[in-house]
């Protein structure tokens, strides 16, 4: 096959699953929100007393932001918001708290205690731990419907995507976990 007949192929595969890529969409769109709307009202209730609210609006101020974190330092979702969230690459200033590993030693360690310990400690978990394995098992169940279903060759119903998605599960979750 050719290079353009694979990307016909490709392309009506796409159109035949219209509604597991918006379910996918929703996934993703409500994982987003999970973690916009504290962030939302964190900044509401510390701007809204304060005479800073409009300059805020127009360009952010490095005082202002440094106070933010500082009173609210405890916070995980205040110490991911920094200048960089709102430059062209925001994701890069947050990479190295996924690379260094922690939420992956967070996740082992709990699952450590519940499966050998019998003990169910969920102060491992901070909100950013809980939305990035929320986000994995989403993703690997969303991921795993996909392959399913591409892999066919006829059109498939959501609910072949959703026993799909549940039958390659476990394998793309070690994956991502990994």
Do not use: C
């Not at 890069?92 to 400690?121: A, C, E, M, P």
């Amino acid at each position: 096959m050719t290079i353009i007949q694979l990307f016909k192929q490709g392309i009506s595969k796409t159109r035949r699953t219209k509604r597991m890529i918006l379910f996918a969409w929703a996934v993703n769109l409500l994982v987003a929100l999970m973690l916009a709307f504290p962030l939302r009202n964190q900044l509401d209730s510390f701007l809204r007393n304060s005479m800073m609210e409009e300059k805020q609006l127009e360009m952010l101020d490095d005082t202002w932001l440094g106070t933010y974190r500082f009173e609210y330092q405890n916070s995980e979702i205040a110490r991911l918001f920094d200048v960089s969230v709102l430059g062209s690459a925001p994701f890069y200033q947050h990479l190295q708290g996924i690379l260094n590993g922690g939420i992956v030693r967070n996740t082992g360690s709990f699952l450590s205690d519940w499966i050998f310990g019998f003990k169910l400690v969920p102060s491992y978990f901070g909100l950013l731990s809980l939305l990035a394995l929320f986000y994995a098992v989403l993703s690997s169940f969303t991921a795993g419907g996909f392959i399913g279903v591409y892999a066919r060759e006829y059109r498939s119903s959501f609910q072949d995507f959703l026993v799909d998605g549940a039958k390659y599960f476990g394998r793309l979750f070690r994956l991502s976990i990994m």
